[in-house]
């Protein structure tokens, strides 16, 4: 079952790219955006191998901000845009992995998911069956989880450590 609304940031839309799994988004949401900033960001580089996938997927659900970025002195100009239009847009959820931003947000009243949150969600809901490979293809992209978290997550999910 879908629920809500979710607006992205970078850093997930980079690892949800990286293991093929953005189409997690859609099998979770009913609704997918992102603001300006962040799509400048994600396609900033177009020679990474994910770069056609992720302008693909996001090139519909970039909404630009109302309002003034406030938030710009507190956080990047991403994860910031990414707040305010969380709030514009009435969402459900805002999916960010850093922690600063994150704290910053909850502390307006966001409610946040992060990447490995919303992959042990959608393992619950069977629509991956495993965390670890996953994980590994992270470290290997040098994605920035703790390996200790990581291994936290999958003994709870009833998987084998890396």
């Known amino acids: 079952m879908k629920t809500g609304m ?7 839309v980079f690892s949800l790219a990286i293991i093929d799994k953005l189409n997690l988004l859609e099998q979770l949401f009913n609704g997918i955006a ?6 400048q960001e994600i396609t ?4 990474t191998l ?5 302008e693909l997927f996001f090139q519909s659900k970039v909404h630009p901000i109302a309002g003034f ?7 990047d100009k991403g994860e910031s845009e990414s ?10 959820y805002l ?21 490995l949150g919303l992959l042990v969600a959608a393992k619950q809901k ?7 490979p996953l994980f590994e293809t992270f470290l290997k992209n040098k994605r920035y989880y703790s390996p200790d978290l990581l291994n936290e997550i999958l003994i709870k999910q009833g998987e084998v450590s890396l």
Do not use: H
């Open 69 to 75: 970025n406030e938030l710009m002195f507190t956080m």
């Open 83 to 92: 707040v305010l239009l969380y709030k514009e847009l009435n969402a459900d």
């Open 126 to 132: 069977k629509l991956i069956t495993e965390l670890k």
């Open 44 to 47: 900033l580089d177009k020679t």
């Open 6 to 12: 979710v607006i992205a940031d970078a850093g997930p």
């Open 34 to 39: 992102i603001p300006e900033a962040v799509w």
């Open 50 to 54: 994910w770069y056609s996938q992720i």
């Open 95 to 115: 999916l960010v992995d850093d922690n600063k931003a994150r704290k910053i947000a909850e502390n307006l009243g966001v409610n946040c998911i992060g990447t």
